[in-house]
């Protein structure tokens, strides 16, 4: 059966290596009979959570701020899968993912116990260096915070410029992976 995916693109260069990796992705999830929707996040209005704990009253508005989140809200409760897309910036995820991150917190607010949705997750990255390991630990643990499965990961090290990846074998992983997707 199709499944639904939304991939959070937190990188800003639209054409760089996080996106490379995405695409590659995203064309091996369609091709797999998947919806795939990916936002990128740095061209969008996103402003930080605010932590005012007033989300969650309104289906429609699930957060208190309207901004660019509203068009990501209905398609994150029908995905079945979240895609974390990001450059690798000071050892974790950029800033535009991790504002959109936690500003699906109003989704949980919905519940009455604060239960986040059940998704899979997939976690794609590219970097400079290879130092992942910040933003691997906290991946790791969405599973037991807030109830995530991971399908994997694409760590994709040594690229600076874009196009980097051209060669790079993240390129066709990210690639199976959205392709194993069903």
Same mark, same amino acid.
């Given at each position: 059966m199709a499944k639904n995916i939304i991939i959070l693109n937190g990188s800003p260069r639209k054409n760089g290596n996080t996106s490379a990796l995405t695409a590659a992705f995203k064309k091996g999830a369609q091709e797999a009979g998947n919806?795939?929707?990916?936002? /990128?996040?740095?061209?969008?209005?996103? +402003?930080?959570? @605010?932590?005012?704990?007033?989300?969650?009253k309104d289906a429609d508005h699930p957060c208190?701020?309207?901004?660019?989140?509203?068009? @990501?809200?209905?398609?994150?409760?029908? *995905?079945? %899968?979240? %895609?974390?897309?990001?450059?690798?910036?000071?050892?974790? @995820? &950029?800033?535009?993912?991790? +504002?959109?991150?936690?500003?699906?917190?109003?989704?949980a607010e919905c519940d009455e116990n604060y239960r986040n949705p059940k998704k899979a997750s %997939?976690?794609?990255?590219? *970097?400079?260096? *290879?130092?992942?390991?910040?933003?691997? /630990?906290?991946?790791? /643990?969405?599973?037991? /915070? @807030?109830?995530?499965? &991971?399908?994997?990961?694409?760590l994709c090290g040594h690229v600076t410029q874009p196009g980097d990846t051209k060669d790079k074998q993240e390129v066709s992983e990210a690639y199976e992976l959205g392709k194993s997707i069903k």
């Open positions: 919806k795939v929707t990916e936002f /990128h996040l740095a061209q969008m209005k996103i +402003n930080g959570c @605010i932590g005012c704990w007033r989300g969650g208190s701020q309207r901004d660019d989140m509203e068009k @990501i809200y209905p398609l994150y409760k029908e *995905a079945d %899968v979240v %895609v974390l897309a990001s450059p690798l910036y000071y050892w974790f @995820i &950029s800033g535009f993912l991790k +504002n959109a991150f936690d500003r699906l917190f109003a989704i %997939v976690l794609i990255m590219a *970097a400079e260096g *290879a130092g992942f390991e910040e933003s691997e /630990h906290w991946y790791d /643990h969405l599973e037991k /915070h @807030i109830g995530w499965k &991971s399908l994997g990961k694409i």
